[in-house]
Structures are given as structure tokens and as C-alpha cells.
């Protein structure tokens, strides 16, 4: 009697190792870390300022951190790969202006935000083939392409600048409104935190995203299509850029050829203080959206203070450093536990 093995589903994700559940275990750590300080911050801020989280207050919270939790979900899964994507600037910038540029012309709301969708998607496809094709270091990479979308943005936006004035009125109001103290535009970016995430988490192809970033050359080894993991992220993290883009045109009804400068900078720091590990295969979107809504927090708990906001780029200067020496302890940490254990299991065998 022959006996079928019963199917193995292909999106079923691989078991983690031991190394893979302690660094995950690690890591949200930091990340219930992050939501602590978050909570301790607001509501010592709501002792001294009590209009601070008004329904209005909360409100305005909510929207400041959308545009930076979307682009900070793509760079996490850009970074997890162990790449990054400096160019997510320059892509927002674009995008919105595309977008802005269209709806000017009488176009459909919907079809602006999935044109500018679609050009960060491009750029994505271009980021991902230099990087996975090319194999060029993607700090290389995506520097010069955030100077190529920049330079592109200047020409084409010139001193044009797009007011909300210009746009739908059903357009702006989307970039407002919302349920009670919930905007339409958290709301939106919430979905798509969740929808990434569980990707990461449930699919195969999101898990062997964590292996080539844990280990590259182990997971060109073990079958994975690292190319296209590669660029996948990048594509992914482009689109993504392209939506908060559109979002931010909504949001604030104001473009013009600086937008989005030295965004990328925020960015990878709201990731990194969010968990996920500079060096590829930790963390989760999760963590990196916390880290948004810290960095985006600080921007208003300053000012409702008395705190001049001059000092909100230092603190997130700092807040990166800290985060990076605390990565780099914590991966000495793990690789002394991981030898450790190793060795013990070696002598049990010997024994």
C-alpha cells in the first residue's frame, strides 16, 4: 500500500531556530519598551498641559505619525533584508507633487493616490534592481537615487507650489476627518501596518525576508530567491512612499519641490528606535510604527512643554545612537548565549 504524504501548504512559513526565537524575544522587548516610554511621556505631558489630549489633541497626534508609520513600514521591511532605502524622501516628495499635479487638472481622488502609488513603485523597481541585480551597496544605491528623484522633483516642480485651494474639497476633507477622535488617514495606515505584518509574520516569503537578513549568504545557500526578496522590499517600501505621498498632500494641501527633504533621516530613525536591528533579520513593522508615533509624539510634547522645538532633531539624533549601541549589545548578548548554548550541546553529545 503506498501512503501519500499530505500536502505541504507554500505559504506556510518555515520554524524558527533558537537563535530566531531569542532575538525575537529580545526584540519585543524593545519594542514594549518603546510603547512604555510613549505612554509615560503622554500622560506626564497631560499632567502639565491638560489640553493636551483633548479629542482634538489625540486627534492631531494620530494624524502627525500617519505619513511616517506608512514609510517607516516599507523601510522596516527594507531593513529587515539588511539594506536600507535613503531615497523614501525624495519619493514622497515626487509623489505628492504628481498627485497634486493631476487632481489640479480636474483628475479622480482615487486615481491620484494610485498614481502616486505607482511612481514610488517605480522607483522601488529601480532601487531593488541596482541593489539585487547590480549587487551595489544599497547606501550607494539609494543616495544617489535620492538625488536623482530630487533633482527630477526641482525640474519639474520648478516655483510651482499646489495649495489646497487647488485640490477636491472631498480630497483635503479625507486628509482631516475621521470617526470621533480616529482620522480616515490612521485609519488607512493602520490596514496596511497590519496587512504587512502579517505578511512578515504568516507567509513564506515574507519569513525568508528574516533569513536574508539574518544571514545572506546562508539563505542563498538554503534555495532562497534572495534577488527577488530583495526586491520585493524595495518595491514594497517604494509604493508605500508613493502612498504617504498622496496621504501627505491630503493631509496638509501643500507641495512644493521641498518636500520630503531629509524625511529619509526620520525615517530610519523611527525604525531603528523601534527595534528593528540596522544590521537585518529583527524586528517587526510593528515596532517600527512605534517608533514613528515616539519620534512624531516628541515633535508635539516639546512645544505643549514650554520646550523649543529646535531640540526635537537632536533628541532624535540621540534617541538613533542609543538605539544603535543598544542593538549592538544585544547581538553581543545573543551571539555569547547562542555559543554557549552550542557548546554545551557538544559536550552532551561527547558525553
Known sequence: ????????????????????????????????????????????????????????????????????????????????????????????GISAFAAGNYLQGGGNSLVAVVYAVAIGAVFGVLNGALVSLGKVPALVVTLGTLYVVRGIDSIWVGSQQIVAADLPDAFVDFGHDGVWIVPWLAVLAALVLVGVGYYLRSYRSGREMYALGSSPEAANLAGIPVRKRIMTAYVLCGALAGLAGALYLARFGNVDSGTGNGYELTVVSAVVVGGVAFTGGSGTVYGAALGALLLTSINSVLPAIGVSSVWVTAINGILLLLAIAVDRIVALRVAAVLRKQAALMRSARHA
Open 1 to 92: 500500500m503506498t501512503v501519500t504524504a499530505p500536502p505541504v501548504r507554500e505559504d506556510a512559513a518555515p520554524p524558527p531556530t533558537a537563535g530566531r526565537r531569542l532575538l525575537d524575544k529580545v526584540f519585543k522587548a524593545r519594542e514594549l519598551a518603546v510603547a512604555a516610554v510613549l505612554v509615560v511621556m503622554l500622560l506626564a505631558t497631560e499632567v502639565s498641559n491638560t489640553e493636551f489630549l483633548s479629542q482634538q489633541g489625540v486627534k492631531d497626534l494620530l494624524l502627525n505619525a500617519t505619513i511616517l508609520v506608512l514609510v517607516a513600514t516599507g523601510q522596516a521591511v527594507v531593513v529587515i533584508t539588511r539594506n536600507v532605502d535613503l531615497s523614501v524622501g525624495s519619493v514622497l
